[in-house]
């Protein structure tokens, strides 16, 4: 680590340490409140834990494969996709309350917490979280269905192969976009004005849900784009990819405001990347983890690691940061927050 690296990781206290998960972790997802850190470890179990102290709440069995975790917007629910059922449990007592028949890789809440949607085959499908039964089948993509993520609204963003999509999902409409290249990442807003998507041809685009048009295409990743974060009001976007590079941009216009990459070190991906709920502060693997301010572009944690980050999240308050890798799930005290 060269010494403005290190100079950047002083000061940034591990609040907590989950070791010894056997197996990597592929997905992690805060509560509402930061309370609680949900990990998702391939091949054994999904872990609720305190955030406060790093004491396990639930360990929840049975999961050979765990691609996504999702809470409802009241902090009482959440969804655990991967494999042949998609989970559904009381974040409190750890009480399944749905084992739904359904294999998805990708799921939502809706904002009022009435609805779950998942991500299977062609079909979106969307389900009532009284009672558990199927409101909807989203028919129109032609190719598997990777990502699906209700917007402020209670509209409905899906990808599918080269095409995005956003539901009416009450009436079972949508209006169309063309990525122009197969995609592999969504992500929207927080006040569900943009969605954006990401993809294997080295770009992502930048959508206006309520003009049904795109406002940007970010363009001059050398390799396929891995991951994507979108700040709350749509200002800032976040794209890392496969050659090592983060980049920071303008929503509206596609502006470049700044590249981070990762000083020639071996297997820098470039992804996953997190961005902090105020969008000051944007983390990567690099690898390691490292943090950035997005207006000066200033290094300001440099936070090494045993293994390849997989997976990393801030919390809805700014206050903590979590990052999940092959060996455990750290979770940092955010300096400055």
């Known amino acids: 680590m060269s010494k403005a690296a290190a100079k950047a990781a002083s000061g940034w206290k591990v609040r907590a340490k989950l070791p010894g998960l056997a197996y990597f972790v592929h997905a992690i997802a805060f509560s509402p409140a930061g309370k609680v850190l949900a990990s998702g470890v391939h091949g054994t179990a999904v872990w609720l834990t305190d955030t406060a102290g790093g004491k396990p709440l639930h360990k929840l069995d049975g999961y050979e494969t765990v691609d996504n975790l999702a809470f409802s917007r009241d902090g009482r629910m959440f969804a655990a996709a991967g494999g042949e059922t998609t989970n559904v449990y009381d974040v409190k007592t750890g009480t399944q309350l749905a084992a739904l028949d359904v294999e998805s890789n990708h799921v939502s809440f809706s904002p009022d917490g009435r609805l779950l949607a998942a991500a299977t085959k062609k079909s979106p499908l969307v389900f009532e979280t009284k009672g558990w039964t199927r409101a909807a089948k989203l028919d129109g ?183 999940g890798s092959e060996d455990a799930v750290v979770i940092y005290e955010v300096i400055g927050s």
């Open 141 to 323: 993509h032609k190719s598997q269905v990777t990502f699906v993520e209700f917007l402020a609204g209670g509209g409905l963003a899906t990808c599918a192969g080269k095409e995005v999509r956003v539901w009416d999902v009450a009436a079972g409409t949508s209006t169309a976009f063309d990525h122009k290249g197969d995609t592999n990442y969504l992500c929207a807003s927080g006040d569900g004005r943009y969605v954006v998507s990401a993809g294997y041809k080295r770009h992502a685009r930048v959508w206006d849900v309520a003009a049904k048009k795109q406002v940007a295409e970010l363009s001059g990743h050398e390799q396929e784009v891995w991951a994507a974060a979108i700040s709350h009001d749509g200002g800032l976007v976040v794209t890392g990819s496969g050659e090592g590079a983060v980049r920071v941009w303008r929503a509206r216009g596609g502006e470049l405001l700044h590249e981070f990459r990762s000083d020639g070190e071996d297997d820098a991906e470039g992804a996953p990347v997190a961005l902090s709920a105020d969008a000051k502060l944007v983390a990567a693997n690099m690898p390691g983890v490292r943090v950035w301010e997005t207006t000066s572009g200033k290094l300001v944690a440099d936070l090494p690691a045993n293994a390849d980050i997989s997976c990393l999240a801030f919390s809805p308050d700014g206050k903590l940061l979590a990052a």
